[in-house]
Nanobody, 125 residues
Framework: QVQLVESGGGLVQAGGSLRLSCAAS????????MGWFRQAPGKEREFVSG????????YYTNSVKGRFTISRDDAKRTVYLEMNSLKPEDTAVYYC??????????????????WGQGTQVTVSS
């Protein structure tokens, strides 16, 4: 059973930075794409960023391009989301997700089938 545990959320002022981490259990972490979703109050869950199983391909939704960076460390079974120049509209619960297909690219939201419990990110103006 895969387990995904997010950490690193918190309260930050606009313009600030946070680094989210997602630690995954299971021996097959390295063959799956990993991603980050977010859900703001009253809104649908949004696919924010994804990274392929090899780490060679990444995806960012338009609103975070140039500000967020996704990365993975397979030795630590951890995926990261570095968030800079944060804006109040980035406020949401952020969820780590695992790709559904081995050796997948993970560049689209429908490619994920398992999510963690989430970590709250709040950006004050």
């Amino acid at each position: 059973q895969v387990q995904l545990v997010e950490s690193g959320g918190g309260l930050v002022q606009a313009g600030g930075s946070l680094r989210l981490s997602c630690a995954a259990s299971g021996p097959t972490f390295s063959i799956y794409a990993m991603g980050w979703f977010r859900q703001a109050p009253g809104k649908e869950r949004e696919f924010v960023s994804g990274i392929s199983w090899s780490g060679s391909r990444t995806y960012y939704t338009n609103s975070v391009k140039g500000r967020f960076t996704i990365s993975r460390d397979d030795a630590k079974r951890t995926v990261y989301l570095e968030m800079n120049s944060l804006k109040p509209e980035d406020t949401a619960v952020y969820y780590c997700a695992k790709g559904s297909i081995a050796y997948g690219l993970g560049l689209q939201g429908h490619e994920y089938d398992y999510w963690g419990q989430g970590t709250q990110v709040t950006v004050s103006s």
